[in-house]
């Protein structure tokens, strides 16, 4: 019997309970000391250690099934929350901020040798992760996640009608956030999903703090630094508007990694990464062994 | 046991028969009335009404597997014959005539919340469709099917090469009709079949009246509609030429619909929607639903 | 049982000997008198004759598995080794002499009808094979392989700073060969595979002669040949950077076969041709059959 199994019998993205905490302990206990029955299984996957970083209207939560799944493998896993999301309630807050908090969290547990996996807005976390600690990390891997060019931002990545909608959404939020409608949500982040959960998902929604993802990031020593890279594209993922090649995951972003271990899996954005965690914890895992 | 089953027990493409009746009665009368045995398995999905409108040297037999499929999870589905094809022998029609048909259709039979389907060039007839009896339709689905742009034609959605080997072959028909040869047919529109399946489709084709492949359609008001929609693209389909990112049905043509709901599924263009239909019907549901 | 498995009973890509013969015999005898004891299995699929052509870096082990796969199926398969791979110890050749050796090994076998199946660099090759023996032919597969343009050079169809970082690992050579640094062979070549995978088939590479990957070749005869063509695309082929329309297995290459049979599998470049092989030889046969 596992820890998580212990205690969360009933485990699953809505009985999860929000780990984040203000001074960035690790989420996920799975450590070390972490032992589990059938070793001969285990065995079979190399083990790592990995931190999970969300992105944008997410929290930890969103990682729960695909930590769980790693974690029963033998892996060490780490989901830290970041200034903004989760449980902290200001908003106010600049992308420095959380790639810093990140950055803190691995040293502070002293990790070494780490997975770190990004997750949509978390590419660009990452990115500046990277920076701060080139020395702790293993590899890098992209989960549909944004890879930024040095001196761009988030918001670049979307055309300009999607960008003008968001802007007219932040400039009704009144406090510097960006709230998506469920129709769109529900047809563009979760369009693989039921309706039943496509709410579901959509009930953890928080608003996103704005600031962030209009930041120009300045990405030169990111684009020298030696880290292997790994780039997940999600082949269903509507949340990004096709039909322009100057736009997209994959190639337009991944492409920026240069050299990179490419893989692929089915899926769309949101539904997949939390109903079917074992799909893509394995793809994780396939991106991320030596 | 259903009516389908009753009444077709050696069910299949080739026994099917053609339900094409000059007044446009439905086509499969699986309504409000069909019962299936098993209520607790229809009560996984949500009960919808289909009209599916097949494409270009095709009738209404390119559906027959999707519509029992879709029937036996208790939708009501609906195939209904438009003028130049199936038993008409009148090849002289325009894309008004067709479009006004199939919405002519819907008005008599009374249908309301309907989920439009179209397959290839059906899916330049739901835009108009969609035009005519816009509060009828709970949302258009497209399955690798034409998504044209205000203005545009059928035949704009070919490469140069394309559509003046399509003039050649209208040229020597004699009658304004498009017959395809079979080694074209079978490399590009059946190239995942084996052999005795692409000729058993090809023995169903017949001449496609050329004039509405060539006919401009005004289709502003099909943009300002805000009705549902969503794009399956089925990745091997090869009748429009891979390599101008200019054409193709994704994301060049599916990317026009704006926001909508994405699907993928593994197929080409003719063989699959009629030999693998548990497996298109499953999307069709899944890009339906709300 | 089968010849094959009378011989090597633990057949894989490690046990395969190597077949290379400066004479260029038949290196699989699977011929006519090839007899399987489940006659009926064998029936089902049309017996076909395939000649199989192999990449750059790899030598006729790459094609062990799926010959194998093929040959249970009742097909008569060919390998041949050319110049400058396998057992030749001379680098020192031209792209006319590997075509031509090719276009002999099927003359001097007598061969009729034959499925000439390319992987990788192979493609550039059996484009010549088939301006040689055209009229021996029967259909040309390319599995994510090479389709130059008339003119063309394999060293083309990569970005200017991949021909770069192979002109300078070409330099440091000092006999004219290009050998891949095993840490790019791994991400880009084997990105699917376990490292364990990676290391067995990096450890049959040998330095390929460059001459032949910067010729200029002369197609002018291949593009008015009439033997059909098909198209295989492994989906995460991560040889050629993605991320520029202007390279790439398909659409970009796949798109001058002009009307050719299009068909689509998961896979990367050299490991699931091995490890896969009863998948690879599915759709080679689906790609083959009339």
Do not use: C
């Not at 209207?57 to 930590?67: E, N, Q």
């Not at 309630?89 to 990790?111: E, G, Q, R, Y």
């Not at 590899?139 to 918001?155: E, I, P, Q, S, T």
């Amino acid at each position: 019997m596992t820890y998580l199994n212990e205690h969360y019998p009933n485990y699953g993205p809505s009985s999860w309970p929000n780990p984040y905490q203000p001074t960035y302990t690790p989420s996920y206990p799975l450590s070390p000391w972490y032992q589990d029955e059938d070793s001969s299984y285990r065995a079979k996957e190399q083990p790592l250690t990995f931190v999970l970083v969300h992105g944008a209207w997410a929290d930890t939560s969103f990682w729960a099934g695909i930590a769980s799944e790693l974690s029963k493998k033998g892996h060490t896993v780490y989901v830290p929350e970041f200034p903004g999301h989760g449980a902290d309630p200001n908003k106010n807050v600049t992308h420095a901020m959380m790639s810093k908090s990140i950055a803190d969290f691995i040293i502070s547990h002293n990790l070494h040798n780490v997975v770190l996996v990004a997750h949509s807005f978390g590419g660009t976390l990452i990115q500046k992760v990277a920076e701060l600690v080139p020395d702790r990390l293993k590899r890098l891997v992209f989960l549909n996640a944004f890879v930024l060019k040095d001196g761009g931002m988030a918001a670049d990545e979307f055309p300009p009608q999607a960008t003008e909608q968001f802007k007219q959404l932040v400039a009704s939020s009144k406090n510097n956030t960006l709230m998506l409608p469920f129709e769109l949500f529900r047809e563009t982040f979760t369009n693989l999903g039921t309706l039943e959960q496509a709410k579901r998902i959509y009930s953890k929604v928080s608003p996103e703090p704005a600031g962030p993802l209009f930041e120009k990031l300045d990405l030169k020593k990111f684009y020298s630094l030696p880290i292997p890279k790994s780039y997940i594209h999600i082949t269903e993922d509507n949340v990004i508007p096709f039909g322009d090649p100057n736009y997209g995951w994959h190639p337009h972003m991944s492409s920026r990694l240069g050299i990179f271990r490419f893989l692929q899996v089915h899926g769309d954005h949101m539904t997949t990464p939390q109903y079917e965690p074992k799909l893509i914890a394995a793809k994780i895992y396939e991106a991320s062994r030596d």
